[in-house]
């Protein structure tokens, strides 16, 4: 006969127990905010020191999916490489495994109500008397342990009332279908409550109150284990290339560790024995669950450890997107760098690629409709990430031997990348000085399009795959392009001088054509660059044209 009483004991205790774990886990957030941020900032500059982090963070916070969510957001901000945050995610594995050991050596252990309720009201006060500070949020997190253990003995109580009406031993033999049963049970758990915490404690509490055997427990787990993963997938929907990588960083190992541990469970269990045993721990079964969860994490660690730098320059072959693409080079050949010929040629095409990609950011962004904010924002990071690359390239050409001619032409690949890094930066904010500019009168306007039509014709001729016209000089361009825009300046501080335009929209209109005027100069001083570095790489030979060459005249 079913004990709804039981039942209804134990849907309490789990509200109890998430309630618990929500405030714990917002209280410590906001408690150590900065401190999460200090860590995953400069402390994973290693793999240990990553690994070692995200251990830390996850067991200050008590919430693997905070840390794998934080380490997300700094991977999409840029903040944090693949390399460093795939260890801080390998690190919360083992930082998770701290509730266990809570619940197995303090909720079990202890009489809960001679120190849970004094936390709850001590908590409690110390957020109504702390507000929104540090202190408040203590006291929410403190709260939050309290209710997080009164739970706890809650679930423990109804697990062994439901032990009695509820026959589960169709489904806790041996086999490795019981197990995936369990796995699936503690999957779809963690899914639901989007708390791995929340379906390890619930298993530690049914195997502590005798609803199930130690090994259909351990499965539930490892199943918790593997369903925390989904609030990772969750958080990189519409996230940069990285932030999925490492989403797919913890997918990847999750499942490896759950496998194994699947597969290994009797094996495992009899290591978890051993080492009770070797440290004359407690046998009861909620120490060897919150044991069997810190094993089978390490041992994923130690499982990835030699495949870690494999798997990361897999996944960032995977996810990658137009922007990636575009920013990678594709004329840099390092082997060309033994001949100057070669290595001057693929350091012009590069450039020449880089020009085409910052100023059609300029172009885009004086359409009649140009693109989102985002977008342009996106095409800078390309030009960013390529002008790093297309430096470092030089860099290396600068330290080989090369010709005089080349050597001395070394310095106008740095000041056209300058040149390319500045009309992106600009030309992505020039949709944001667009909206801020007022609607003038007709001849001033008039003005504005000649303008306009000036500089993205000027801009449209150094970018165009045809080669320039022999007749194009640099300084006819910039005359060209200041004649259009000295006439348009005064007609708009004629317009401010009258009162016809407010300063702030006059501020503004003139900032804008400013700032288009910057990108076309620098868009000319970068050609001119370019063409000094192609006058060079024109007096270069390649070795095998010049022997070639001297064998026909010696001929």
Known sequence: MIDFNSIGQLMGGVGLFLLGMMLMTDGLKVAAGQTLKDILERWTDSALRGLASGTLLTAMVQSS????????????????TLE??????????????????????????????????????????????????????L?????????????????????????????????????????????????????????????????????????????????????????????????????????KRVAASHVVFNLMTGVVAVALLPVMLNMVDTVRDTFDMKTDVATSLALFHTVFNVLGVILIFPVAHRLTQWLKKRFVSLEEDLGRPRFLDK????????????????????QEISVSIVTAALDPVPPQHQKLRQRLGVVEKLSKSIGEYA????????????????????????????IARIGAELPLRRAERPALDEETEHLMDVYLSIVMGELKIMTSPEPVPAEWKPKKARIAMRDAYAPLKRALLTLGSRGELPFGQLESSIQYIDHIHACGVRAIKAERRLRQI????????????????ESIDDA
């Open 139 to 243: 006291g929410m997190a403190l709260a939050g342990f309290g209710l997080f253990f009164i739970g706890v003995s809650v679930l423990k109580d109804a697990f062994t009332g439901v032990a009695d009406t509820v026959d589960l031993s169709t489904f806790t033999g041996t086999s490795i279908l019981d197990y995936v049963i369990f796995v699936g049970i503690g999957f779809m758990m963690t899914v639901l409550t989007q708390s791995s915490s929340a379906a390890i404690s619930i298993a530690l509490a049914a195997a502590a109150g005798g609803m199930i055997p130690l090994e259909p427990a351990a499965a539930m787990v490892i199943g918790s284990n593997i369903g925390t993963t989904s609030t990772a997938m969750i958080a990189v929907i519409g996230a940069t290339p990285n932030a």
């Open 335 to 354: 082997t060309a760098l033994v001949v100057p010929a070669l290595a001057v040629e693929s350091l012009v095409m590069e450039l020449s690629r880089l």
């Open 65 to 80: 999916s905070a840390v794998t969510v934080a380490a997300i957001g700094f991977v999409n901000a840029g903040m944090l």
């Open 84 to 137: 460093r945050s795939v260890w801080v995610i390998f690190g919360s594995n083992i930082g998770t495994t701290m509730t266990g050991w809570l619940v197995a050596l303090i909720g079990f252990k202890i009489k809960i109500e001679l120190f849970a309720l004094p936390m709850i009201g001590i908590g409690m006060l110390l957020k109504l008397t702390g507000g929104d500070s540090r202190r408040g949020a």
């Open 395 to 422: 860099r290396k050409m600068y330290q080989s031997e090369l010709p005089p001619s080349v050597s001395d032409a070394m310095m106008h690949p740095y000041r056209a990348l300058q040149h390319f890094e500045e």
């Open 534 to 549: 192609r006058d060079a790489a024109a007096e270069v030979e390649a070795p095998d044209e010049r022997d070639a060459e």
